[in-house]
């Protein structure tokens, strides 16, 4: 471990085959009471329910994170960390990645699936690194802290992830293509409007008289005349149906 990260051993993420899943050493020892020591039927049945997976994989990145502070020459503490060391330990846990990352001298570069090994690094994958992000960001905000402090949402961050993710897709010859988030279909409601057959003849009839009339204020009269009487044709006709 070099002076700029915590103690290596301690903080290996790969205790588990899923993503980064950060070491549970640096988790506190369950109680008696999660043992399963002691407790009767009542206890057992009012006692809360475990926590997620999601949950508790969030608890031991939280207290692997604030154990690698801890072990950082100098030690940091949680209210000097800045988007700056959230990358340094990204850059870490490069270190216990399990994803091969083709360098550009080598004849796989860009190769999704090489047909020999090769002697390039393995690095932390683009997703598992994001998905951390993700679960540090949120552990952050519920220990107390403020939403526009927050190390692991600063733009640094966001900018060392993209780069990356283009890196490791040119690397890999893997592209990663964002997600189309799908839009709800638009439905529209027709809105019928019942014209009885009466009523269209007796639009048909007044149109007629008021081009024959002659009279331009006659006619537009009779055209207003005839359109009330017609909707109201309508009106009486649809209430009687």
């Not at 216990?96 to 690095?123: E, M």
């Amino acid at each position: 471990m070099d002076s700029a990260s915590g103690g290596g051993a301690a903080l290996n993420p790969n205790s588990t085959n899923e993503g980064i899943s950060l070491a549970s050493a640096s988790a506190p020892p369950p109680t008696g009471t999660q043992q399963g020591g002691g407790g009767g039927g009542g206890e057992s049945s009012s006692s809360p329910a475990p926590p997620s997976r999601y949950e508790s994989q969030k608890r031991r990145d939280w207290n692997t994170f604030l154990q690698y502070l801890k072990n950082h020459k100098p030690p940091l503490t949680l209210a000097r960390c800045s988007g700056a060391h959230v990358i340094e330990f990204l850059k870490y846990l490069d270190q216990f990645g399990k994803t091969k990352v083709h360098i550009t001298g080598c004849p796989y570069f860009g190769h999704p699936n090489p047909p020999a090994p090769c002697s390039c690094p393995l690095k932390q994958a683009w997703g598992s690194l994001d998905a951390l992000i993700g679960r540090l960001r949120a552990a952050y905000e519920e220990n107390g802290g403020r939403p526009e402090s927050n190390p692991f949402g600063a733009k640094a961050v966001r900018i060392y992830l993209r780069e990356v993710r283009e890196g490791q897709a040119k690397a890999r010859g893997i592209p990663y293509e964002k997600k189309k988030r799908k839009r709800p279909p638009v439905t529209t409601t027709a809105v019928g409007v019942n014209v009885s057959v009466a009523a269209t003849q007796a639009v048909d009839g007044g149109g007629t008289g008021a081009v024959g009339g002659g009279d331009d204020s006659n006619s537009g009269a009779g055209t207003v005349a005839n359109a009330a009487a017609s909707t109201a044709a309508a009106t009486a006709t649809t209430t009687s149906v």
